[in-house]
């Protein structure tokens, strides 16, 4: 029903910033709660940060709260990741996810729950 695309993953130093943007296929995506998760090697995906279908609640992860950024445009039908102070602990794959249904107001945090889910971003922080 939707389509995603990350993108503005690279190559950065600890302690840089990163903006990801996810970016729905269409109207339909404003129907949807959005998800940032994310893959190191050897681990599973896990929770980094959500946001409700209208915008207004968002959720981190301890592990980033209080140095990335969730957000949505609504007129562009992206979510943005804003991270900031990035530590060699970000690195890792990261994708997009939207749920809807009853979890469009508050996003779960297993990923097994988010029904689209786009393709990743690669972040690399280096020490």
């Known amino acids: 029903q939707v389509q995603l695309a990350e993108s503005g993953g690279g190559l950065v130093e600890a302690g840089d910033s990163l903006r990801l943007s996810c970016a729905g296929s269409?109207?339909?995506?404003?129907?949807?709660?959005v998800g940032w998760f994310r893959q190191a090697p050897g681990k599973e995906r896990e929770f980094v940060a959500a946001?409700?279908?209208?915008?207004?609640?968002?959720y981190y992860a301890d592990s980033v709260k209080g140095r990335f950024t969730i957000s949505r445009d609504f007129g562009q039908s992206t979510v943005s990741l804003q991270m900031d102070t990035l530590k060699p602990a970000d690195t890792a794959v990261y994708y997009c996810?939207?749920?809807?249904?009853?979890?469009?107001?508050?996003?779960?945090?297993?990923?097994?729950?988010?029904?689209?889910w786009g393709q990743g971003t690669q972040v690399t922080v280096s020490s």
């Open positions: 946001v409700s279908w209208s915008g207004q609640s968002t």
């Open positions: 269409g109207r339909t995506f404003g129907a949807y709660a």
């Open positions: 996810g939207a749920v809807g249904g009853q979890y469009i107001v508050e996003p779960p945090t297993t990923p097994s729950e988010y029904a689209f």
